[in-house]
Nanobody, 129 residues
Framework: QGQLVESGGGLVQAGDSLRLSCAAS?????????????VGWFRQPPGKDREFVAV????????AYADSVKGRFTISRDNAKAMVYLQMNSLNSEDTAVYFC?????????????????WGQGTQVTVSS
């Protein structure tokens, strides 16, 4: 079994920064196993579908971003700690959403929510203008 838990969300003002964390635990992600999963961040704005934000490769050397967050958000991971982070800068009201981290055992970067097997419960990010 594997679990993902997000943290770091909150209420901020436009232009502020936040860092989200995703902690992986359980047998599925124990030891070196976590480093064989790509991990993505997705978000679901109010009344909208879940959308891709960013994804990182096994080692963190490769990543991909949605056009809407490129240059503002940075995804990173620490496999020794089984953690993935999302640094969000220059936040605006359109970034308001519930943010989820998700994991998939794959070597290729994927940005489709349905392709990910493990999901966290989400953390709310609200940006006031």
């Amino acid at each position: 079994q594997g679990q993902l838990v997000e943290s770091g969300g909150g209420l901020v003002q436009a232009g502020d920064s936040l860092r989200l964390s995703c902690a992986a635990s359980g047998r599925t992600f124990s030891g070196l196993a976590f480093s064989t999963y790509i991990v993505g961040w997705f978000r679901q704005p109010p009344g909208k579908d879940r959308e891709f934000v960013a994804v990182t490769s096994w080692t963190g050397d490769s990543s991909a971003y949605a056009d809407s967050v490129k240059g503002r958000f940075t995804i990173s991971r620490d496999n020794a700690k089984a953690m993935v982070y999302l640094q969000m800068n220059s936040l605006n009201s359109e970034d308001t959403a519930v943010y989820f981290c998700a994991a998939r055992a794959d070597v290729n970067l994927v940005n489709t929510p349905s392709a990910f097997n493990y999901w966290g419960q989400g953390t709310q990010v609200t940006v006031s203008s």
